[in-house]
């Protein structure tokens, strides 16, 4: 095989064999294949794509070139679930103590965020003394003991795709359908779980802008899973505004304890209840979406999801005393109050303006190096179509720095106020199986 036959190949449109892929993928992680052949093959993917079995092929290209985690002794279905990334996501934190609280195993790797989107590892080591760091073993355990554990991923999972992605970076294609799904599903099914359920953000906070593109995306990724014998469904979720009041890693651990308190916000609650509850019909405790739903709800009037997060806490080596004192968590010294400018209606929240706000304020990463402020964030006090008076505050920063003009502009300018009230948007726009 040649390269440049494979690129010409791709570029005519044509169909890529499992062969081929591998030897294409095979040799680049080995340096055999130069950066500027990859590009021009990424490139012709971008505008050619690929077949449903290309792109799985693809999939297990990426899991095959590095470790795959074997996690054969955990009893029962293993359960994960994954989003495509959005602002004021903390469902992990809801899902994973639900899940558990049913009996069913989640063993969830989990990543840090970069850029506007938090990463559910980034929250959770806000809370003091919580390790992310477990050994084989004690990750296990805790499963099989308590149904429930999550670490970082391991350096060496899925390299071909943490490869490829730095070149799409820099090279234009990284919103390719085929390469994103590809790359999402390699690191899950690298990951060992058995039945996996992803939501797929889409709006102005989200990787994916339109439904359509949205859709797309979700089925590509079924597909691969069925393709692979894995159980997956993909839950399309709206990211048109931040999801729940609070952005930022501190606060939205707040914010997820009141969710499993029972006093969490409408559309954070709904959409937490619904992945896990697919989590749950995929684990076998249910045949039902509804019956799981309404059992996942009385979990949480009862009190044993709340005492679910303070075991995970606990067996994580965090300190569980948090839950029923959220002030131990970190906080910022400043406030900053935004003020509607006129009356009406809000119409309109960008999200992403707030998740790039909240990481002007320290609460995220632009590189890899940068370090986090935990206690910064945002709280959104109106959303879309609530009512609004000029003089009201809209929403709270929360930092420790002293200059924060950049982080201000975005975050005012991410609220638009109409006259009219507009329809408040779907929490849950679909689901795929």
């Not at 050994?135 to 805790?142: G, M």
């Not at 390299?159 to 690191?187: E, F, G, N, Q, W």
């Not at 899950?188 to 359920?197: E, R």
């Amino acid at each position: 095989m040649r390269m440049y036959d494979l690129i010409i190949k791709k570029r005519n449109g044509q169909e890529l064999s499992r062969e081929e892929i591998d030897f294409i993928v095979n040799g680049y992680v080995k340096g055999e294949i130069p950066d500027y052949q990859v590009s021009a093959l990424l490139m012709a993917i971008y505008f050619r794509g690929m077949t449903k079995e290309e792109t799985s092929n693809l999939t297990m290209a990426f899991v095959n070139s590095g470790d795959k985690v074997d996690l054969s002794e955990i009893k029962g279905i293993k359960v994960d679930k994954h989003s495509t990334g959005g602002v004021g996501d903390k469902i992990s934190l809801i899902a994973i103590p639900l899940v558990a609280s049913v009996g069913i195993p989640v063993a969830k790797m989990s990543g840090r965020g970069l850029g506007h989107t938090g990463g559910t590892l980034d929250k959770l080591e806000s809370i003091d003394g919580f390790k992310i760091e477990l050994s084989k073993r004690e990750f296990i355990n805790n499963v099989n003991t308590y149904k429930m554990a999550i670490i970082g991923q391991t350096s060496n999972l899925t390299p071909a795709d943490k490869k490829i992605y730095a070149l799409r970076d820099v090279t234009a294609t990284v919103d390719s359908i085929p390469l994103i799904a590809s790359s999402i599903m390699s690191k899950k099914i690298a990951s060992g779980s058995d039945a996996i359920v992803l939501d797929v953000k889409v709006g102005s906070g989200a990787f994916m802008k339109s439904l359509d593109e949205a859709k797309e995306l979700a089925k590509t990724m079924v597909n691969i899973g069925k393709s692979l014998n894995k159980k997956v469904i993909a839950v399309i979720t709206n990211m048109d505004q931040p999801l729940g009041h609070e952005v930022g890693n501190a606060n939205e651990v707040k914010e997820a304890i009141k969710v499993l308190k029972g006093q969490g916000a409408e559309d954070e609650t709904n959409v937490a209840l619904t992945i896990a509850s697919y989590m749950t019909v995929l684990g076998g405790a249910f045949k039902d979406f509804d019956k799981a739903y309404e059992t996942l709800k009385e979990k949480i009037k009862t009190g044993e999801a709340i005492n679910k997060l303070k075991e995970f806490i606990k067996i994580q080596g965090g300190n569980p005393e948090i839950v029923d004192n959220p002030d131990k968590l970190p906080s910022a010294k400043y406030h900053i109050e935004i003020k509607a400018e006129n009356s009406g209606y809000i119409e309109k929240i960008d999200a992403e303006s707030i998740g790039i706000s909240a990481m002007l304020l320290g609460a995220g990463r632009q590189t890899k190096e940068d370090k986090i402020d935990f206690g910064a964030g945002i709280t959104i006090i109106k959303k879309i179509g609530d009512k609004v008076k000029k003089g009201d505050t809209i929403c709270i920063l929360h930092t420790n720095m002293k200059y924060t003009d950049n982080a201000v502009e975005k975050a005012k300018n991410a609220f638009k106020i109409s006259n009219n009230k507009p329809e408040r948007p779907p929490y849950v726009y679909e689901v795929i199986m």
